[in-house]
């Protein structure tokens, strides 16, 4: 197990494009397996690697008993769209928002051995692949909401008592995201 400490929303990393993976070597299959661990002890259901301080496009997800890592995604979206799914994120610990995402993606990439992968998802498995590939790209969930909604949510990330963002005055009772956060 290589667990590594998450980075929290503040962190820079987490709004730096990451760089396309050139090497498939053992590095490359450390990475993967830190993210796993990582993932799965939190627990969520996906993690990119800047949520760990590495700005390489790879990510991992743990949707409906599915484990699996992306290498350098590529996403095609469907026009259908779930307004108003919850989704979380592990860099927000404790909290999750109505996000609108597409319903369906199709995920291409690469597995950590170098093969071509794809990978079809609906509902959470296609939030999570639209997620994940965001970190990459130093895009947050926040970004994808409509301005009513970042409010509250920056409203809670501001209480929130991990938030570097303002003195802890009030105490944030955080409901829970059962697993689920990304
Ligand atoms: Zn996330």
Avoid at 161 to 171: N, Y
Wanted: negative net charge; glycine residues 8%; charged residues 25%.
């Amino acid at each position: 197990m290589a667990i590594q400490p998450i980075r929290l929303f503040g962190d820079p990393v987490l709004r730096t494009p990451a760089d396309p993976v050139k090497d498939f070597d053992k590095e490359l299959r450390k990475l993967v397996k830190d993210l796993t661990d990582t993932m799965m002890d939190a627990p969520g259901a996906g993690l990119a690697a800047p949520q760990i301080g590495v700005g390489l496009r790879v990510f991992t997800y743990y949707v409906d008993d599915q484990l699996g890592h992306l290498i350098n995604p590529n996403l095609d979206l469907s026009d259908e769209a779930d307004e108003e799914g919850e989704e979380g994120c592990l860099s927000f610990p404790g909290l999750s928002f109505p996000t609108p995402r597409a319903l369906r993606a199709v995920a291409t990439g690469f597995n950590m051995h170098g093969e071509p992968v794809t990978l079809e998802g609906t509902d959470l498995m296609a939030r999570c692949f639209q997620h994940e590939t965001d970190h990459l790209d130093g895009v947050l969930f926040i970004d994808r909401m409509d301005t009513k909604q970042r409010k509250l949510a920056m409203k809670a990330i501001r209480e929130a008592d991990w938030s570097g963002l303002s003195a802890p005055a009030v105490k944030f009772s955080p409901h829970a995201t059962h697993g689920k956060a990304l």
